[in-house]
């Protein structure tokens, strides 16, 4: 099978663009964790990070693979803090991530995983508007769930920037839906806690507020940021909104399961070494 560098490069796509993405396709491809990107262009041209990033999209869809919603990364100031950002970022969800809710993730499918609660939105209306409100959101989502997003990064020891970390589908991984959809009648998001366990340890703790204030004005950001690209959010996306507490690294044989009040649980299980390989 030919790798991703044996392709011929898009025209009018710059080398060093083709060379990042070639190297987290590689990554992902041979389980083999590669440098950091943002080596190869300036630190902090966050610009040309979305450009890898939609030209690996584009490899994917190519390939098959069908784009289903988005998640919004960076949504802790903490973490914004960390990287230098003011903003969050955004990937984007193929249906191939998706894990049954209960389920479990084959070994060796993730580089290193790290495993985060959050609020997803499933939409039943479009949102184009470049200045999306939390009205508009509101009425466009058909309902809420409770996720787990899967994080994982296919550069070296999680060594990222914003560069390194946008250029990689911010950092997608694998994700878990509940499956006793919520109508948003009547739930405060901002108000919501969650508490997220490993087995029986309790490792990430959190409150609807602490997701940019709260979940709907996440999906708003990035309604509102996608709709300025001229690729807007549409009825039927998942919409992954953001942590709710700190990620916790994840191990063979781990079992996670996060409950947020007003919405239910959702479980997910890694499969010890030797298994589902």
Same mark, same amino acid.
């Given at each position: ?29 041979? *389980?083999?964790?590669? #440098?950091?990107? +943002?080596? $190869? ?5 966050? !610009?040309? &990070?979305? @450009?890898?990033? %939609? ?46 809710? *209960?389920?479990?993730? #084959?070994?060796? +499918?993730? $580089? ?5 609660? !959050?609020? &997803?939105? @499933?939409?039943? %209306? ?46 997608? *991984? ?104």
């Amino acid at each position: 099978m030919p790798t991703v560098t044996d392709r011929v490069p898009p025209d009018g796509v710059p080398p060093a663009v083709v060379k990042a993405a070639d190297a987290l396709v590689e990554a992902a491809r041979t *389980g083999s964790a590669c #440098p950091p990107v +943002r080596t $190869l262009f300036d630190e902090g041209d966050i !610009e040309t &990070a979305y @450009v890898v990033q %939609r030209l690996n999209l584009q490899r994917g869809q190519a390939a098959g693979r069908r784009i289903i919603g988005r998640k919004i990364g960076l949504t802790s100031p903490a973490v914004q803090h960390q990287l230098g950002v003011d903003q969050p970022d955004f990937g984007a969800l193929f249906a191939d991530m998706a894990v049954p809710e *209960g389920g479990e993730v #084959p070994a060796r +499918r993730l $580089l290193q995983p790290k495993v985060e609660a !959050e609020v &997803a939105l @499933v939409l039943g %209306r479009d949102l184009p508007h470049r200045q999306c409100t939390v009205v508009d959101v509101l009425r466009a989502t058909d309902f809420a769930l409770p996720a787990l997003e899967i994080v994982d990064s296919r550069v070296k020891d999680w060594d990222i920037s914003i560069v390194d970390t946008v250029a990689d589908n911010a950092s997608s *991984g694998l994700f878990v839906l509940g499956d006793s959809p919520v109508p948003l009648t009547g739930v405060n998001l901002r108000s919501v806690r969650m508490t997220m366990t490993r087995g029986s340890e309790v490792v990430s703790e959190g409150t609807g507020a602490d997701c940019l204030g709260s979940p709907i004005n996440a999906a708003a950001w990035l309604a509102s940021a996608l709709a300025g690209m001229g690729d807007p959010l549409r009825a039927g996306d998942v919409v992954l909104t953001g942590a709710l507490g700190p990620m916790a690294p994840a191990a063979p044989g781990d079992v996670f399961e996060a409950r947020i009040s007003n919405l239910g649980t959702v479980r997910v299980g890694f499969a010890a070494e030797g298994e589902n390989q």
